[in-house]
């Protein structure tokens, strides 16, 4: 009597669970062996994708043969499709078997090869070529199918940061989600001209509590989805296409168009930027102490010729004053600034033990992160094997990759946005450090991009220039716990106390490049 180890395999475990294909080819298998008078050494049984024989229960029918625990003449599947659906792999896969003294038999008896007979080798050749081709070919009916519902104004993937997906009368479509407003935001802040890319993203990530990364705040800037439009790739011999969306749009055409030319450097706002005047390098940073409306700026001449320049408001209030006064003042707080080589190092000390406590999370999330992104991408592989088994129609089958790949997005994301991305905590600490230090001499040397950078790091709100002093609607204590005298946390370098310093008491938090990243 011959002896065999019998296999079966479907793609989930709600297949498993159900019992539906697993308990049918069990049947299947066991009355082939009771017909041909075979015994059943060992039953295995899966849900895993057919794509590779990376598959947890193969690998343990290969352990079993190989450590000769099981000594049998056959290995049976039902058919070749339960076996593999990749020809090239198959062919490996049986020659490894072979190399045991182990053949393959099927059920359906479609593809196998008597090791007596050498023509049968042509016959499994071609049940294995069958496989593949079974499975390529619902593959390109899908591609198809979703090339034809994007042209339909479908979005077909995992909706972008603003949307969400949604199933309306069977249909899948986006609608907004709660982070369309800062989505919209972003995109107005970046078309006033004011702020390069990076900027923006950090205020919409502050003002919304987000954590978008970079590479992707760059896609959201150019994706026209935004705008109600679907974007169709170039496909073999059809060209790419832009189609009007069925979603509603996020931002007017005005809007991202604008973005797209500021984004190459050829709009309007990018030459206002260029003209503004390096005597206004506090303009969009100051708003008016009777209104509070953002401060606009000009030049005025004089009769002598000599031009004076001066922030004022336009809404009515006649709200005016030099330029320079408010410029100087902004320069001498900035000229008062000094770290205590003691606080410098106790405050290196924290970094360290923050970046440390960081960066041990990080390496243990990652681990739980990576695990779960396997495990859905696995998912993913058997959801495609139940849509070709037909076990899923169309619409379930695109519901259910896209509730996927949506998850997988997101896993994704958050391995990226959590990584510490600091090489030399030492140098960017005393570096940022030592800028703070000197912060009147790097702002003498600042263009207006970098003069817009240092306000906004080290003071995050408006400023309000009254009575010829500054004030603002928020205070911290980082800036003036590192300079400040009074807790014997620093001196000032003209030994000046504390309470004269002009901005010490309205300063919001520091935060410097270094302290966002750790």
């Known amino acids: 009597m011959k002896k065999i180890i019998s296999y079966a395999r479907v793609s989930t475990s709600e297949q498993k669970q159900n019992g539906y294909s697993l308990q049918q080819q069990q049947k299947e298998l066991e009355s082939y062996a009771k017909y041909n008078n075979y015994q059943i050494i060992k039953h295995y049984e899966e849900d895993y994708s057919a794509k590779t024989f990376n598959r947890p229960i193969f690998n343990k029918l290969l352990n079993d043969i190989k450590s000769k625990r099981i000594k049998v003449d056959y290995l049976v599947c039902t058919k070749m499709d339960r076996f593999s659906r990749n020809a090239e792999l198959s062919l490996r896969m049986n020659s490894e ?7 393959l038999k099927l059920v359906n008896g479609f593809g196998e090869a008597n090791s007596d007979v050498p023509e049968d080798i042509i016959t499994q050749m071609i049940a294995m070529a069958l496989a593949e081709a079974e499975n390529k070919r619902i ?5 198809v199918g979703m090339r034809q519902a994007q042209r339909e104004g479908r979005w077909m993937a ?3 940061i603003g949307y969400i997906n949604h199933l309306e009368d069977g249909n899948k479509r986006i609608i907004l989600s709660n982070k369309a407003d800062a989505i919209r935001y972003g995109f107005n802040l970046f078309a006033k001209g004011v702020f390069n890319m990076e900027t923006v993203r950090k205020k919409v990530n502050k003002k919304f509590i987000l954590s978008i990364p970079k590479p992707t705040f760059e896609k959201i800037l150019k994706n026209e989805v935004y705008i109600g439009k679907i974007n169709i790739k170039a496909w073999r011999d059809e060209p790419a296409e832009v189609v009007q969306g069925l ?3 996020l931002i007017s055409d005005e809007v991202f168009y604008r973005v797209q030319g500021i984004k190459k450097g050829r709009s309007k706002n990018i030459a206002k930027i260029k003209a503004r005047k390096p005597e206004l390098p506090l303009l969009h940073h100051l708003i008016c102490p009777r209104c509070g409306n953002v401060l606009t ?3 005025s001449t004089g009769g002598s010729g000599k031009t004076y320049f001066y922030y004022h408001c336009q809404h009515g209030c006649k709200e005016r004053f030099r330029a320079d006064n408010a410029n100087n003042l902004v320069v001498n707080f900035f000229d008062k600034i000094y770290i205590d080589d003691t606080i410098q190092d106790i405050y290196i000390q924290m970094c360290k033990a923050v970046f ?3 960066s041990k999370s990080h390496r243990n999330d990652s681990k739980i992160i990576a695990k779960q992104i396997k495990e859905k991408k696995e998912c993913l592989d058997k959801v495609d094997d139940m849509y070709i088994d037909g076990d899923f129609d169309k619409e379930s089958y695109t ?10 997005a997101i896993l994704e994301q958050k391995t990226y946005t959590n990584k510490p991305k600091i090489n030399n905590l030492d140098y960017m600490v005393k570096n940022s450090l030592n800028i703070l230090a000197n912060l009147s001499n790097v702002w003498d040397i600042a263009d207006l991009e970098t003069k817009d950078l240092i306000i906004s790091s080290i003071i995050p709100e408006k400023l309000i220039f009254e009575n010829k002093n500054y004030r603002t609607r928020n205070t911290d204590s980082l800036l003036s716990l590192l300079c400040c005298d009074s807790n014997g946390f620093g001196t000032n370098k003209k030994k000046t106390n504390q309470k004269n310093s002009d901005l010490s008491r309205m300063v919001a938090p520091s935060r410097l490049e270094l302290l966002s990243k750790v």
């Open 247 to 249: 979603h509603t749009p």
């Open 97 to 103: 078997l072979l190399k045991y003294g182990i053949s």
């Open 158 to 160: 995992s909706a972008p």
């Open 297 to 299: 700026g000009s030049g």
């Open 139 to 143: 593959a390109l009916r899908t591609t």
């Open 356 to 358: 440390k406590e960081k």
């Open 399 to 408: 519901r259910k990759k896209s509730k996927l790949i949506d998850e997988i």
